[in-house]
């Protein structure tokens, strides 16, 4: 499952479980407050929902597919976040630690390389920069 959410990322729900699972990993990524040395006070993620959505879904199957895992799931976060929140979470299921952390990784990894989602910060000085894929700042 892959879903988009305009709303904060709790606390982790593990309602999720299998008798077969002896590995849970979770994956969460947060908004820091630093980066390429500039003073960052919170961040802004845009989206195309609904491809974001077809491809992030499809990572997901992908992860099933390649990996022996039992279940699978991601949620980003759109819209403004404060320094501390969480911007996507990743949640993997497996019989064995090395297979969930392999399919955990390949998850974010895809997630932030094909997945339509743009990330604006926005700095102490009152500038603001829209990161591309590259990891580089460019002012917006």
Known sequence: MFKISSTPIEHIHLADTAPSAGARVVFEGTVRNLN?????????????ETLACNE?????????????????????????????????RVVVLASHRKEA??????IVDEVKSRVPIWKKEHYADGATGWINSGG????G
């Open 56 to 88: 992030g879904e499809r990572i997901v199957f992908e992860a099933l597919d390649k990996f022996p895992i039992i279940s699978a799931e991601c949620v980003h976060r759109v819209g403004m976040l404060e320094i501390g929140d969480v911007a996507i």
């Open 36 to 48: 390429e040395n500039k003073k960052v006070e919170r961040l802004e993620y845009e989206a195309m």
């Open 136 to 139: 580089t700042a460019r002012s």
């Open 101 to 106: 952390f392999d399919a955990c990784q390949y």
